[in-house]
């Protein structure tokens, strides 16, 4: 029976990890999400499982050290799943300090105080012995690996090489992940994804951007010519691959976890118009990211093969998923493109929405 800490659980991939676990898994006795509930946390996202006994939220900060501390004391966590982050480069790009400071104080802040709660002598710092079956799992991104030409693949040994502010504060959190391994011994895995894309995906990324001003008839900004490549994962496929790694993989080790499907940011923009029955004039081409990585491809052989996962949806039918989702969920879609958010696309596109 595992007592998860999941942080950033109201966003979009940890609450369908939240709701993908206690749906499937008997065997948690407690998780707790933590979440500050910046503009990309919602717990509309989670309506599902708010009345689960197991299930507690905390509004809450993972920079606080004496909060996480006091969580761990009263709620004694042996598994800790890290979301919590800002988590959108054209964001990262206006204010990167704040990339910065949740990023990478926020991991080395939840690190510290695991280490401190599952160390069996916490007052020597030679000692590598941790309670029986602690782990701290880092949820990371391929996007530390920077960016691919026409060939290749990311694997797990790929050098880091971030291009974004939002990158670079993921692989610095990576790099301490890592030496919190190798200097103290903490049980922990770090899981690198592609591109996400499902329900609650909120409408700053592509996926759902482009549904969401199709479905109203306004302009869809691609960047440049649009012809860089993702490599698209079904939310759900994401969520098993780290129920996978939290099950069986070997401590201390990375998986990359990919769905198989690169596509062009215009062709997947032009599946949606098609799929909404909307004309191809709404595509509206915008001034290119600034260090826009080109393409990213995952090798997922490790995790595939050493943990028998692998994807189960098809590009076609997630998408399909994905967009009647949002046709059924328009309600959703209304709340988290209101106040705030206007302000933010008004500055971030220089267009109305
Ligand atoms: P998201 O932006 O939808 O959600 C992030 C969540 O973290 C929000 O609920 C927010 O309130 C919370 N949060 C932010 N700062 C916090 C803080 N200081 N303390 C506590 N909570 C805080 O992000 P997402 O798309 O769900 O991504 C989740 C994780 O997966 C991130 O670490 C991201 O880097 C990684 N990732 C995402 C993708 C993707 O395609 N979305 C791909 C690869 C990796
Ligand atoms: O690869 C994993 C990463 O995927 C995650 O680590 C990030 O958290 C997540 O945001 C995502 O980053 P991307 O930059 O790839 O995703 P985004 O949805 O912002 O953009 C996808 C592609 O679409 C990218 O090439 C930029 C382009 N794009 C995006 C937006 C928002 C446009 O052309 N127009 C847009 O308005």
Same mark, same amino acid.
């Given at each position: 029976m595992r007592k998860l800490l999941v942080t950033g659980g109201a966003g979009f991939i940890g609450s369908n990890f939240i709701q993908y676990l206690l749906g499937r898994k008997q065997e948690i006795e407690l998780l707790v999400n933590l979440d500050l509930l910046t503009y990309a946390g919602n717990l509309e996202n989670l309506k599902s499982v708010e009345h689960d006994p197991r299930y507690c939220f905390i509004q809450g900060?993972?920079?606080?050290? &004496?909060?996480?501390?006091?969580?761990?004391?009263?709620?004694?966590?042996?598994?800790?799943?890290?979301?919590?982050?800002?988590?959108?480069?054209?964001?990262?790009?206006?204010?990167?300090?704040?990339?910065?400071?949740?990023?990478?104080v926020g991991t080395q802040t939840l690190l510290d105080v695991a280490k401190n709660y599952w160390k069996i002598h916490p007052e020597d710092k030679y000692s590598r012995e941790y309670r029986p079956g602690v782990i701290y799992l880092q949820v990371s991104t391929d996007e530390v690996y920077g960016a691919l030409g026409r060939n290749g693949m990311f694997t797990e040994t790929t050098p880091l090489a971030p291009n974004s502010p939002y990158s670079a504060?993921? &692989?610095?959190?990576?790099?301490i992940v890592r030496a919190y391994h190798e200097t103290y011994g903490l049980p922990v895995n770090i899981t690198r994804c592609s591109n996400n894309y499902g329900s609650y995906q909120f409408p700053e990324k592509l996926i759902p951007l482009m549904i969401h001003n199709a479905l109203y008839d306004k302009p869809l900004p691609v960047y440049g010519d649009g012809m860089q490549i993702r490599d698209w994962l079904h939310v759900k496929d994401h969520c098993a691959g780290i129920v996978a790694v939290l099950e069986k993989g070997e401590v201390g080790e990375v998986y990359n976890i990919g769905g198989n499907n690169e596509k062009a940011n215009l062709e997947i923009v032009?599946?949606?118009?098609?799929?909404?029955?909307?004309?191809?004039?709404?595509?509206?081409?915008?001034?290119?990211?600034?260090?826009?990585d080109r393409r990213y491809a995952i090798d997922n052989t490790k995790i595939t093969t050493h943990l028998g996962w692998k994807p189960s949806y098809t590009f076609e039918q997630g998408m399909a998923e994905t967009i009647r989702w949002y046709l059924?969920?328009?309600?959703?879609?209304?709340?988290?493109?209101?106040?705030?958010?206007?302000?933010?696309?008004r500055k971030m596109y220089l267009l109305d929405t």
């Open positions: 900060d993972i920079r606080n050290r &004496a909060l996480v501390r006091k969580l761990f004391d009263e709620y004694g966590f042996d598994t800790v799943v890290h979301f919590a982050a800002e988590s959108h480069v054209d964001r990262s790009i206006v204010e990167p300090e704040l990339f910065l400071t949740t990023n990478i504060s993921k &692989a610095s959190a990576d790099l032009r599946q949606i118009l098609k799929e909404l029955g909307k004309p191809d004039s709404l595509i509206t081409h915008v001034q290119d990211r600034p260090g826009h059924d969920n328009l309600d959703w879609v209304e709340h988290v493109t209101s106040g705030e958010y206007q302000k933010y696309y």
